[in-house]
């Protein structure tokens, strides 16, 4: 009987999360695409795009979590019937996409020259890594948009309108790196030359590319949100209305302060790893991309569990609830484990891919294959957080994952690296760490069952 609901529960499940991993998927494939096209312009290129990708991953994942706030909030709401409540948090998530945006536009273009030195970069390749930065977070504004107005939209089980944006998005960002990251160039097929226009601008043409690209995606899913029949803040306030923001703040806050504080930590643990040089960084940059494709299973998991769990939440049906969670937490595991095979099996051959020179690859290829073995054991809290996130419990991820980056990931890794002098693999051996500690506290919690108590 079980068996059968399970059953059952597939075809809702992957309505949700396959859109959002082929979302993800075309993501990672520019970013593949970017890195090898940056690449192959050589090794300081490399290194100074991927020297601030940590402090990218500090901002974005703040805007994510004031997101999560209005997606507990929007889905518990939709759960219950209640259609009206849901459009008005729209309503303030469209006051919060501009409070923020433009914040966060001011912030990073004062900051974008000392950004570099913060992250002891290589002074050799800063003037690069602070250009790049600056023209990626221009259109700040655009890019908050795209991330708090696909959430919403998510909430209430659309997660085909932002696959579709994000592709367009993808296109417009790989013609665009074609054209501005070479020079005008000739290409011989089949004993036929051909010219291609480029403007030779190197990694400041992959930067504006990027930002084109940002825009454009911004702008794409604001005009979907408001067109969406279930969702759209149109006739809404988009004043400031506490009542409104309160219960989407007390949700969203606990996790900005994770999110935060872990992707300090990211940046804490990229500056340490950029002090080892140019080869370890790079090493570091392009392993790091490899791997995001193999983590993609994990979030599209994550999407449809924190959408399903909030329905159900404000719908009142625990029974719904519990099946959820039986249902993707083993679909989840087999998924990672295949991931993670192939990450293992793959990696050298991806290493080639964004790079040609010899230590990088081996350096690259030794890290992910550590990390492939621990890939089902990080999927686990990843769903876990995700139902959780569906229910507004934001708290118990915010200790378990500060408790994890600082006390594991950073501190291993300072001794290691720093008083040690241990190199890159030390470093990635700490991570591993990390998201073994994340694993034994979210499976604790969840066997617990506290994570379903009010």
Not at 208 to 236: D, N, W
Not at 372 to 386: D, N
Request: aromatic share 10%; net charge positive.
């Amino acid at each position: 009987m079980k068996n059968n609901s399970s059953f059952k529960m597939l075809p809702e499940i992957l309505s949700l999360a396959l859109p959002t991993m082929f979302e993800q998927l075309l993501q990672t494939a520019v970013q593949y695409i970017d890195t090898a096209m940056v690449g192959s312009l050589g090794t300081q290129a490399t290194a100074g795009v991927g020297s601030t990708t940590t402090v990218n991953w500090l901002i974005g994942s703040t805007v994510s979590a004031i997101g999560v706030g209005f997606l507990a909030v929007i889905a518990q709401s939709f759960g219950a019937g209640d259609k009206e409540k849901a459009r008005k948090t729209a309503g303030q998530a469209v006051f919060t996409v501009i409070a923020v945006g433009l914040f966060f536009t001011v912030v990073t273009v004062l900051l974008s020259s000392k950004i570099p030195v913060i992250m002891h970069v290589d002074s050799k390749i800063r003037d690069i890594s602070a250009r790049y930065f600056l023209i990626l977070y221009i259109p700040m504004l655009f890019r908050t948009a795209s991330i708090i107005f696909g959430t919403l939209l998510r909430a209430v089980g659309d997660t085909k309108t932002p696959m579709k944006v994000g592709i367009f998005v993808n296109i417009i960002n790989i013609v665009l790196n074609f054209l501005l990251i070479y020079p005008t160039r000739t290409i011989s097929i089949k004993n036929t030359s051909y010219q291609i226009i480029g403007a030779g601008m190197g990694i400041t043409g992959a930067a504006t590319a990027s930002a084109i690209a940002y825009t454009f995606g911004g702008i794409a899913i604001t005009v979907m949100l408001f067109r969406h029949k279930e969702i759209s803040p149109k006739g809404q306030s988009i004043k400031p209305d506490m009542n409104m923001l309160k219960p989407c703040i007390r949700i969203a806050f606990p996790n900005m302060l994770q999110r935060f504080a872990t992707s300090l930590g990211y940046v804490a643990f990229a500056a340490m790893i950029n002090s080892l040089g140019e080869t370890s960084t790079a090493a570091h940059t392009i392993a790091n991309t490899v791997e995001s494709l193999f983590y993609i299973p994990g979030y599209g998991m994550q999407t449809a569990s924190s959408a399903l769990a909030g329905s159900a939440w404000g719908a009142g049906d625990k029974r719904k609830l519990n099946q959820t969670a039986k249902t993707i937490l083993p679909l989840e595991v087999t998924l990672m484990i295949f991931s993670g095979g192939m990450l293992f099996i793959s990696a050298p051959y991806l290493m080639r891919i964004f790079s040609e020179d010899a230590e990088v690859i081996s350096l690259g290829t030794t890290v992910l294959r550590m990390v492939a073995v621990s890939e089902p054991f990080y999927g686990v809290p990843i769903v876990i957080e995700g139902l959780m996130q569906g229910l507004g419990k934001t708290v118990a991820p915010f200790i378990y994952n500060v408790l994890g980056m600082w006390c594991v990931r950073i501190v291993g890794t300072y001794i290691c690296t720093q008083v040690m002098g241990y190199g890159l693999v030390s470093a990635w051996a700490c991570m591993i760490a990390h998201n073994m500690l994340l694993f034994i506290l979210f499976i604790v919690h969840y066997a617990s069952g506290k994570w379903k108590k009010i």
